[in-house]
């Protein structure tokens, strides 16, 4: 059937007029509302104002405008059940066949810092979700658009078919209209169910960004939904792998926490090497001393544009993906040859401080805050009689930093500005120790005078003795221990200063 009369409400007016203008050039009535009505009437476009269409007028503040019957009427009566048009018919019911609609811009008012509760409220969108699910229901009869994206397609399909669409295209755009209102209900809930505190369901609708080649290993299948494409642009090389991602969002959240020139060296989400310098050669070459066999197929990321020099020491080694804010021309044309390497583009994104982690359990998934730090008063922190130098002070804040990102237990030995020894996930933090004295032990780098951080408290003295044997004059860790007063003791009997931060960075 020939489209003859459409309704056009939408928020993002994006390539509004020119759709419309081609709209009314093949003979299609145009409906409009506020907003909408008055841009096309200054473009130029016949309009007819939807209080016109309906008989009643906008009221409410525009709250009210097409919850009516001859607009629902006009979009789910059934075009071939006689039933349907006497009865269309008996009440002055004219069909709409198509309707454009977008909604009010929820996602992007929460979104702002500043939005209060009552201006995000405003912005629930009514009578456009009611209008799409009503036209997505009766796809069979009815053209929707929620997207404008899909104007070039609607109006080449009309081309085609001397006005009409095809089935196949108002099935697809039905779909559409479903996924699109069910995210944004979802978005609805899930911010009305944190501002008041309640206990409700978490309501999660995702684009689909790509599908991937298979997950973590070849027979796993796997796909990545939602926004990554916001917040990561790929500049070369290879399809992106699901372990990738997983390195590339560890890599991201490790080097949020660095505001120095820094670069960081991932494997399997575990640093295996990061280290602060004004000279981004300087870093690299620290990061890369911690460990010079675990980098092999890694993840390098920098909190600076790569350098020339950075790129050709880089480039001597074999990495699966480079990650920074930018890349320098010559450091493009260094990596460039390298033609599966992946770079990455770190966009700049800032990480919502509200935001949530979730993770796949049995039967369900687990809901948490992200992991920020509150603001700590180090001077207070110190547990010790001894307290620490300025030298070792910064050591500490730079393991406590690292250590925040290592798989738990975790225990890692630094300098003032670099790694020294990382000991990941064990089922003993005395272990997690001896992994990290032996790694830095077989990379040739002396642990004598280190910090020493980690990740949860010390139940005994034996694991902070064991630092204190390897080299460390200083220690941070949460504290909360029943046993606190052997290991405080235990540290006085060594000299060491220690910091309890009363904060700790599980990650399992």
């Given at each position: 059937m020939?489209i003859?009369?459409a309704?056009?409400?939408v928020?993002d007016?994006?390539?509004?007029?020119?759709f419309?203008?081609e709209?009314?050039r093949?003979?299609?009535?145009?409906?409009?509302?506020?907003?909408?009505?008055t841009?096309?009437?200054?473009e130029?476009?016949?309009?007819r104002?939807?209080?016109?269409?309906?008989g009643?007028?906008e009221?409410?503040?525009?709250?009210?405008k097409?919850?009516?019957?001859?607009v629902?009427?006009?979009l789910?009566y059934v075009?071939d059940?006689p039933e349907?048009?006497a009865q269309?018919?008996?009440?002055?019911?004219a069909?709409?066949?198509l309707?454009v609609?977008?909604?009010y811009?929820?996602?992007?008012?929460?979104?702002k810092?500043?939005t209060?509760l009552?201006e995000a409220?405003e912005q629930i969108?009514i009578?456009?979700p009611s209008?799409l699910?009503s036209?997505?229901?009766?796809?069979?009869?009815v053209?929707v658009?929620?997207?404008?994206a899909?104007?070039?397609?609607?109006?080449e399909?009309?081309?085609?078919n001397?006005g009409?669409?095809?089935l196949?295209?108002?099935?697809?755009l039905?779909?559409k209209?479903?996924?699109?209102t069910?995210r944004?209900?979802?978005?609805i809930a899930?911010?009305?169910?944190?501002?008041?505190e309640t206990?409700?369901?978490?309501?999660?609708?995702l684009?689909?960004?790509?599908r991937?080649?298979y997950?973590?290993?070849p027979?796993?299948?796997?796909?990545?939904y939602?926004?990554?494409?916001?917040q990561f642009q790929?500049?070369q090389?290879?399809?992106?792998?699901?372990?990738n991602i997983?390195?590339?969002?560890?890599a991201?959240?490790?080097?949020?926490?660095?505001?120095?020139p820094?670069?960081?060296?991932?494997?399997?989400?575990n640093?295996?090497?990061v280290?602060?310098?004004?000279?981004?050669?300087?870093a690299?070459d620290?990061a890369f001393?911690t460990?010079?066999?675990?980098?092999f197929g890694g993840i390098i990321?920098?909190?600076r544009?790569i350098?020339?020099?950075?790129?050709?020491?880089?480039?001597e080694?074999f990495s699966?993906v480079?990650?920074?804010?930018?890349?320098?021309?010559?450091?493009r044309?260094?990596?460039?040859k390298?033609?599966?390497l992946?770079?990455m583009r770190?966009l700049?994104v800032?990480?919502?401080?509200d935001?949530?982690l979730?993770?796949?359990?049995?039967?369900?998934?687990l809901?948490?805050s992200?992991?920020l730090e509150?603001?700590?008063?180090?001077e207070?922190?110190?547990?010790t009689?001894r307290?620490?130098t300025?030298?070792e002070?910064?050591?500490m804040?730079?393991?406590?930093?690292v250590v925040k990102?290592v798989?738990?237990n975790?225990?890692?030995?630094t300098?003032k500005?670099r790694?020294?020894?990382?000991?990941?996930?064990?089922?003993s933090r005395v272990?997690a120790?001896?992994i990290a004295?032996?790694k830095?032990?077989d990379?040739?780098l002396?642990?004598k005078?280190?910090?020493v951080g980690?990740d949860?408290?010390f139940?005994?003295?034996?694991?902070?003795?064991a630092?204190a044997d390897?080299g460390?004059?200083c220690a941070i860790?949460?504290?909360g221990?029943v046993?606190?007063a052997e290991v405080i003791?235990?540290a006085n009997?060594r000299?060491?200063?220690m910091i309890?931060t009363g904060?700790?960075?599980?990650?399992?």
């Amino acid at each position: 059937m020939k489209i003859q009369r459409a309704l056009i409400s939408v928020s993002d007016k994006t390539g509004l007029a020119d759709f419309a203008r081609e709209l009314v050039r093949m003979g299609v009535e145009i409906v409009s509302t506020g907003g909408t009505a008055t841009l096309l009437q200054k473009e130029g476009i016949p309009v007819r104002e939807i209080s016109d269409f309906t008989g009643f007028p906008e009221m409410l503040d525009g709250r009210v405008k097409t919850l009516h019957p001859k607009v629902h009427g006009g979009l789910l009566y059934v075009r071939d059940n006689p039933e349907h048009v006497a009865q269309a018919q008996a009440h002055g019911i004219a069909p709409i066949d198509l309707v454009v609609v977008n909604l009010y811009p929820f996602e992007r008012t929460i979104a702002k810092p500043e939005t209060t509760l009552e201006e995000a409220i405003e912005q629930i969108d009514i009578g456009g979700p009611s209008m799409l699910r009503s036209a997505a229901k009766n796809y069979r009869s009815v053209t929707v658009v929620v997207d404008p994206a899909d104007y070039a397609d609607v109006l080449e399909n009309m081309q085609t078919n001397e006005g009409a669409t095809t089935l196949k295209l108002r099935e697809r755009l039905g779909i559409k209209v479903f996924v699109t209102t069910s995210r944004y209900d979802g978005a609805i809930a899930n911010y009305l169910n944190k501002e008041q505190e309640t206990t409700c369901s978490l309501n999660l609708s995702l684009p689909v960004v790509a599908r991937l080649r298979y997950g973590e290993n070849p027979h796993q299948t796997a796909a990545l939904y939602g926004h990554f494409d916001d917040q990561f642009q790929k500049l070369q090389g290879k399809e992106l792998s699901y372990n990738n991602i997983l390195d590339i969002t560890a890599a991201s959240e490790l080097i949020e926490d660095f505001s120095d020139p820094t670069v960081a060296i991932l494997k399997h989400t575990n640093p295996c090497g990061v280290a602060s310098d004004a000279d981004l050669r300087e870093a690299w070459d620290k990061a890369f001393a911690t460990d010079k066999q675990a980098p092999f197929g890694g993840i390098i990321i920098c909190n600076r544009p790569i350098t020339e020099a950075l790129a050709k020491a880089i480039s001597e080694i074999f990495s699966e993906v480079i990650i920074a804010p930018d890349f320098e021309p010559e450091a493009r044309a260094v990596l460039q040859k390298k033609k599966n390497l992946r770079l990455m583009r770190r966009l700049a994104v800032p990480r919502a401080q509200d935001g949530s982690l979730i993770r796949s359990v049995a039967g369900g998934v687990l809901v948490q805050s992200v992991d920020l730090e509150p603001e700590i008063d180090w001077e207070t922190r110190v547990v010790t009689e001894r307290r620490p130098t300025a030298a070792e002070l910064q050591a500490m804040l730079f393991a406590w930093r690292v250590v925040k990102h290592v798989k738990s237990n975790a225990i890692v030995y630094t300098g003032k500005d670099r790694t020294l020894g990382v000991g990941a996930g064990q089922m003993s933090r005395v272990d997690a120790s001896r992994i990290a004295i032996w790694k830095a032990a077989d990379a040739g780098l002396s642990l004598k005078g280190s910090a020493v951080g980690s990740d949860a408290f010390f139940p005994f003295p034996d694991g902070l003795l064991a630092a204190a044997d390897a080299g460390a004059t200083c220690a941070i860790q949460p504290g909360g221990s029943v046993k606190d007063a052997e290991v405080i003791a235990a540290a006085n009997e060594r000299n060491m200063a220690m910091i309890c931060t009363g904060v700790r960075h599980f990650k399992h």
